[in-house]
């Protein structure tokens, strides 16, 4: 089975602070994604990596950045975070080519004050 | 015109009922809808999928119907049960193996014994 972690459940942040969200698959994985869930607004797309070292925006990459340093390894960067921030933060991955599903993580509650 | 459009937000059903989510599009050139189930504390996970060459689509007790002419897909899960309980989003993209899977809002079905 494919396995997501996120490396927290729950993170308490003070607004201002730089945030790391951190995201491990064990699969091999080609593609990565970072989604936002907020209630009544579904699954937002912030950030996907395609490979190793390449990013692209999704639909609300304001505020955030991300690092791809290694295949199984994908980081959200929140440099100066908001109380807007305040979310659900789901990590998926997914084999390269179609008709794969994602696969997310659990997630990573983050609220900021 | 990236827009999937999901309804109801919340459902009850009596156990043995059938639940039905709507969702529709406007991009026609979408071609690959999936649902995804999300069990509290959990992330989503694939249910089930179809292209639009196909107007149904079954697995077990769970039908996907779809509409290419009024650009709408429904989700049927008959004989609902309490293990049903879940919060279910439909998504649409351009190609299966697409970066961009749009979601919609998101349905919380509740099966009620």
């Known amino acids: 089975d494919v396995k997501v972690t996120q490396s927290s459940r729950y993170l308490v942040k003070r607004t201002g602070e730089k945030v790391f969200l951190e995201c491990v698959q064990d699969?091999?994985?080609?593609?990565m994604f970072w989604y936002r869930q907020d209630p009544g607004l579904g699954l937002r797309l912030i950030y996907f990596?395609?490979?190793?070292?390449?990013?692209e925006k999704g639909d609300i990459p304001e505020g955030y950045s991300v690092s791809r340093e290694k295949k199984e390894r994908f980081s959200l960067i929140l440099e100066s975070a908001s109380t807007n921030q305040t979310s659900m933060y789901l990590c998926?991955?997914?084999?390269?080519?179609?008709?794969?599903?994602?696969?997310f993580g659990n997630g990573t509650r983050l609220t900021v004050t | 015109q990236q827009q999937v459009k999901q309804s109801p937000q919340s459902l009850i059903v009596q156990k043995g009922g059938i639940s039905i989510i709507n969702c529709a599009y406007e991009?026609?050139?979408?071609?690959?809808f999936p649902w995804y189930q999300q069990f509290p504390g959990k992330g989503p996970a694939l249910l089930i999928a179809?292209?639009?060459?196909?107007s149904e689509k079954k697995e077990g007790r769970f039908t996907i119907s779809f509409n290419k002419s009024a650009k709408q897909f429904s989700l049927h899960i008959m004989d609902s049960q309490p293990g049903d309980s879940a919060t279910y989003f439909c998504?649409?993209?351009?190609?299966?193996?697409?970066?961009?899977?749009?979601f919609g809002k998101g349905t919380k079905l509740s099966v009620i014994p």
């Open positions: 990596s395609y490979d190793v070292k390449m990013k």
């Open positions: 998926a991955s997914r084999p390269q080519g179609g008709g794969s599903p994602l696969h």
């Open positions: 998504a649409a993209s351009i190609g299966a193996g697409s970066y961009q899977l749009t």
């Open positions: 699969m091999d994985h080609e593609n």
């Open positions: 179809i292209r639009p060459d196909v």
């Open positions: 991009n026609t050139a979408f071609d690959y």
